[in-house]
């Protein structure tokens, strides 16, 4: 008797350790899952903001300047990168490599014009901007404004 007394209460006693645990696992199931919809919304609602600014930008008469970037002191000449894009940043070493060489690539390799290509880029690289400054910050831990 004393037995099955002793087997009834671990066996109760192990059903509410099992119930605890899964409580346990619900709840940080259900953190966890609130936690990424709060990134979520987080990251919807700054790409959101990104592009209505992007649009009133448009709407008001901004316009992406090509001529802005191969005017630009940076950048050699786009005729001459063009033509020989290794040695022209060779010969000219003082000048950012990286960005010459992009701006060549980029000019020898786009089949639409030089402005709607850059234009793109230059929107894509700003979104991705947005983007990983927004986890870099979450990452970090700073609280959204907006929740």
Known sequence: MARTADHRRDSVSTQLEERRTSA???QAATATLREATRRRR????????FLLVRIVF???GGRFRWWGVVFSWQVLDVKELSRQPIQSVAA??????AFNLFIAL??????FSNG?????????????T???????LDELGFSPVIN
């Open 130 to 136: 947005v983007i990983g400054v927004w986890l870099l």
């Open 92 to 97: 000219l070493h003082i000048q950012p490599p």
């Open 24 to 26: 346990a696992r619900l």
């Open 42 to 49: 987080g990251l919807t609602t700054t790409i959101g903001i």
């Open 58 to 60: 448009w709407i008001s």
């Open 116 to 128: 709607i290509t850059f234009q793109v880029l230059y929107f894509l690289f700003a979104l991705a």
């Open 106 to 111: 980029v000019v020898d390799i786009s089949p």
